[in-house]
């Protein structure tokens, strides 16, 4: 298996082989993820100063935040939105 990456937004990139999970900043345990990686120095902010709208959260224990929405990173990854009800 190769190296694919992922554009996050803003020319940074990650890998998606790294990767765990993409989910929405909203929720209080979210939240508590981000805080407790910023308290133990493995918070990457890639939000060029913009509104958090995607955690991305890394095999390493990084966690990563995205100015791009978490449907956009997932699109992105080639993942197929299985759980949209709506469209059918």
């Not at 890998?15 to 209080?28: D, G, K, T």
């Not at 902010?45 to 966690?63: E, L, Q």
């Amino acid at each position: 298996m190769g190296i694919k990456l992922i554009n996050i937004g803003f020319g940074n990139i990650v890998s998606a082989n790294r990767l765990i999970a993409i989910v929405s900043p909203e929720s209080a345990p979210i939240k508590r993820i981000i805080q407790e990686s910023r308290e133990k120095g493995t918070l990457v902010d890639a939000t060029y100063g913009r509104r958090t709208r995607a955690v991305i959260i890394m095999d390493s224990d990084h966690v990563i935040l995205s100015a791009v929405q978490p449907e956009t990173v997932a699109h992105r990854l080639g993942v197929k939105d299985a759980l949209d009800i709506d469209e059918e």
